[in-house]
């Protein structure tokens, strides 16, 4: 798979791309939960678009429209097995480890990834 990494501003942009499906640069900038000029939020989608290729644009009206053509999910795949491969050597037991050792876990968080991984057993 292509390595797919987005910034954090692009993946501000793109939470919106995806949660709308489809999305002018107004939409974004009225969206987002900070504030970014209009002018950044269309230089974003711009380099979406024609450098990262991660959303397609089309003029309708006197605007464009933009939507996304890579998944939410492709992205954060992608961005996980880079951040395994960088910080934790490629190890998967690693990465999930530090997430258990991490306060931030609740015991429905544990309870939920129980059962994914007696699923993943079951589908071995």
């Given at each position: 798979?292509?390595?797919?990494?987005?910034?954090?501003?692009?993946?501000?942009?793109?939470?919106?791309?995806?949660?709308?499906?489809?999305?002018t640069v107004?939409?974004?900038v009225d969206s987002l939960e900070r504030p970014l000029a209009?002018?950044?939020v269309m230089t974003t989608l711009k380099i979406l678009d024609e450098s990262r290729r991660v959303v397609r644009r089309r003029k309708e009206g006197r605007a464009y429209?933009?939507?996304?053509v890579v998944s939410r999910e492709k992205i954060s795949r992608s961005m996980t097995d880079d951040l395994t491969k960088?910080?934790?050597?490629?190890?998967?037991?690693?990465?999930?480890?530090?997430?258990?050792?991490?306060d931030s876990m609740s015991q429905s968080d544990i309870e939920e990834l129980k059962q994914a991984i007696q699923s993943l057993e079951k589908d071995a």
């Open positions: 798979m292509a390595k797919l990494h987005l910034t954090k501003c692009e993946l501000e942009v793109m939470d919106v791309v995806w949660r709308k499906g489809r999305a107004q939409d974004v209009y002018t950044t429209v933009y939507e996304p960088r910080l934790f050597g490629g190890s998967v037991k690693s990465l999930v480890l530090s997430l258990f050792e991490s």
